[in-house]
């Protein structure tokens, strides 16, 4: 399996879960099962649960910066904006789980 698969079907997973799920009750297995890997391809990706949260947005914040500029457009607060738009949903489950000081 592709590794950047397996990264995508690993944090897919998570989020699910967690429209479902406590954070604190969601398990490595549960997670593994849920995106159809074992747990080595889990360990050899991400060291926890957290950390699949903090590159999700490790790389959704480096993205953010590197079409913002591209864009050339120096209005960063609607760019700002416009990003907390486009990932309310994500932004929503870690409210709901408690985990805003991400």
Known sequence: MNKQFAKDYITEALFLLMKKKDYKNITITDITKRAGVNRVTFYRNFNSKDEII???LENSFAEWGKEWEESGDNNIAFRLFKYFSDNRDFIK????SNLQFF
């Open 93 to 96: 489950i870690l409210y709901q």
């Open 54 to 56: 903090n590159k999700y």
